[in-house]
């Protein structure tokens, strides 16, 4: 019979011993919780419809990633490619849209894009969205959120790129001086910024072909075109966060989801080769109302997890210990998974490994010391008969000591 393999850009993951999604979403909501952010869970499936009016028509995510399907109703669903959409079309049938909220969810997205490092077809983001909110301090809270990732995970090989899309005036003026000075390479755009040109020529800034790219930096910058209160928000950010963080102004961001307005941003790590972006977000002042909403103003960002999960610094974020727990005969297990259970639920910051089979104590010791175990806990004939365990050291100096059942389980404890 033939075997059936998962779908390309869909890896199954292990983690017995890179944990990641739960060590990422520990560090991550303690840093939303200190923000005071609630968490939201919107639906993995959405209608198609909510993607093509909130990403937009012409962005890349709808016109070629979109994972979409009809279901048996014949009505067009998509597995969600982001989650702020998701999070906004919530509020709005909530009717909390003439409110504040300041959100943070996790979970699964899917992209149809080429699978390489880093790029996957279903993979994990974490992201905030604080609705509600103007221009103003709610960039510069969103920015100090983004600082203590870099903080706590010590991302100090990453950079933190921003920008100012303007307002729909400022932008209107832009894209005119834009086109005007477009009109000197004509002929010369490649089939994808052609494209771009006609649908949204604000994302040819951020074309990958290197000819027009030098073409570009010589030609307008959006930055001479926004307002003081824009460009002291761009200084501010700098001058508050710069400090923790390397923050470079960078005119050519626009982000490739047609929502955002406004402040723009994007961190970038040298470790992570072609696909260096992970985390991005920006300013969508519009999005709640091309929804069906109220005038609902709001800034947010995602961070790609297994991205990070690449760049955070290679120690282990909570280096949980490893103990290994063996009996030298499956005779004593009941007694054991007894003790083991108790040892447990004292403290769930160890890993307990254990193994009461009638295998050989000397493989056991060997898969300990594989598994990294820091101690292993021996009960054989003498230590079932005298109620006692054997506590072995792995570390260089190897002691070890035998402890009733009252001494392990306060050792364990204090471990
Ligand atoms: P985005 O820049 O499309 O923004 O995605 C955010 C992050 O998700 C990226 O920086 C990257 O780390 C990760 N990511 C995206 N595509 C893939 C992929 N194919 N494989 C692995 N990781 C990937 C958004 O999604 C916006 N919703 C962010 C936002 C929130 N803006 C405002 N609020």
Partial sequence: MDKISSIRGMPDVFQSDTNYLAELNEVLSKIFLSHNLIEVNTPILEQTELFVRSTGATSDIV????????????????????????????????KLDNAEHKLWYQGPMFRYERPQKGRFRQFNQAGVELLGFEEGSSDLEIISIVCDIFIELELEDSVLKINHLGDKDTKEIFLSELLKY?????GKLNESDSEKLNKNPLRLL?????????FLNKGPKIIDFLSPEQLNLLDMIQSVFGKYVEI?????????????????????????????????GGRYDDLSQDLGGKEMPAIGFAIGLERLNLIKKQKNIKANKVISFVTTSSKMSALAFKIAQLLRSHNYDIRLETNFTDASLKAKLRKASKLGAKFVFIMGDEEFESETITVKSFDEDGYQVNMTFDEILDFYKNI
């Fill in 182 to 186: 477009l009109k000197n390479y004509d």
């Fill in 248 to 280: 470079e102004l960078d005119s050519s961001l626009v982000r490739g989801l047609d929502y955002y307005t406004g402040l723009v941003f994007e961190a970038v790590s040298s470790n992570l080769g072609a696909q260096d972006s992970f985390l991005g």
């Fill in 206 to 214: 951020d074309s990958k072909d290197s000819e027009l790219k030098n």
């Fill in 63 to 94: 016109n070629k990633e979109i994972y979409s399907f009809n279901d048996r109703n014949e009505q067009s669903l998509s597995l969600r490619p982001e989650g702020t959409a998701g999070v906004v079309r919530s509020i709005i049938q909530k």
